[in-house]
């Protein structure tokens, strides 16, 4: 894709998603509170699914600077008192990795100098953000979630690094899985990112990776999809955009104002929908309160 065909899918997904000049929501809007309680009927059995990846401390070609985990308490096995203890620990995270799963808010990303809906780049202070931080979900973001397996779709076991996944892939998944994305869904897309990790082993995901093409968000223009999620983080690489190496992030969260969770997992909630018979369940996503900050770990929960 041209720079220039990709600004002219730019505005138009921009113009199909305008709101008004003072949102900050973005796609949020679309989770109404009777689509939440429609959402709730979902759940049937109770069961309950993390869709987030354990935080991971090693260092790798994917995973250059590594989530910290320290024990901050003495050490118990040699100083041991009676009485009360307490075990302490302290975490450092990269949020933005290629491993740990995230969410990305609306001032992650900017494009042309701005970021969603005009909001000017000076807005990112020292500090932190002054508009458009992952606070904006500080409530939460509950509603359907509907999970594609496209490996599934293509009798593969994952997709390759480099491959796409395209708005008729979408399609095709849902016809195949007996269910259908609509406004105000939370869509998860599985590119089978975490078993290749698992299985092949690790690799350098900054330049190798399965994602969505850029014409695939017009697919969540049209369903008025409320949130996104893969267990890549959505773009392709290398990207087929010329000079823009993330276009689906610029896509999705500058032009339609769509937050995005990168990195999740779900290969433990295939073979439960697959035994109930379903791709569609309750969702749960629960960023955690950071005041200016681009972003947030997440473990999402898919209720069943």
């Given at each position: 894709m041209t720079?220039?065909?990709?600004?002219?899918?730019h505005e138009r997904v921009r113009e199909r998603t305008r709101r008004g000049p003072d949102d900050r929501r973005g796609t949020l809007g679309y989770l109404t509170p009777d689509r939440v309680v429609a959402a709730a009927r979902?759940?049937?059995?109770?069961?309950?699914?993390?869709?987030?990846?354990?935080?991971?401390?090693?260092?790798?070609?994917?995973?250059?600077?590594?989530?910290?985990?320290?024990?901050?308490?003495?050490?118990?096995?040699?100083?041991?008192?009676?009485?009360?203890?307490?075990?302490?620990?302290?975490?450092?995270m990269n949020v933005h990795g290629?491993?740990?799963?995230?969410?990305?808010?609306l001032c992650h990303v900017l494009y042309d100098g701005t970021l969603y809906n005009g909001v000017?780049?000076?807005?990112l202070t020292p500090d932190g953000a002054v508009e458009l931080a992952v606070d904006v979900a500080r409530d939460g973001v509950v509603g359907r979630g509907v999970l594609l397996d496209i490996p599934r779709?293509?009798?593969v076991p994952w997709l390759e690094p480099g491959e796409q996944v395209t708005a008729d892939d979408l399609t095709a998944a849902e016809a195949a899985q007996g269910v259908r994305t609509g406004p105000g869904d939370v869509l998860l897309v599985r590119v089978g990112h975490r078993r290749r990790r698992r299985e092949h082993g690790v690799w350098n995901t900054?330049?190798?990776?399965?994602?969505?093409?850029?014409?695939?968000?017009?697919?969540?223009?049209?369903?008025?999809?409320?949130?996104?999620?893969?267990?890549?983080?959505?773009d392709t690489a290398p990207s087929t955009v010329e000079g823009v190496d993330f276009p689906v992030h610029v896509l999705t969260i500058h032009?339609?104002?769509m937050q995005l969770m990168d990195y999740l997992q779900f290969e433990e909630l295939v073979p439960v929908c697959e035994e109930e018979g379903r791709w569609s369940f309750l969702c749960a996503v629960a960023p955690l309160r950071l005041p200016g900050a681009t972003g947030s770990p997440v473990n999402p929960i898919a209720v069943l």
């Open positions: 720079t220039e065909e990709f600004r002219a899918l979902e759940v049937t059995t109770g069961r309950t699914v993390s869709l987030a990846a354990p935080v991971d401390t090693r260092p790798g070609p994917d995973n250059p600077e590594p989530a910290r985990h320290r024990m901050k308490a003495p050490d118990l096995a040699r100083q041991p008192s009676p009485g009360l203890q307490f075990a302490l620990d302290r975490f450092a290629d491993v740990d799963s995230h969410l990305d808010a000017p780049a000076g807005s779709l293509r009798g900054a330049e190798a990776r399965a994602g969505l093409h850029p014409e695939a968000v017009e697919f969540l223009v049209d369903r008025r999809v409320a949130m996104l999620g893969c267990d890549g983080n959505s032009a339609m104002g």
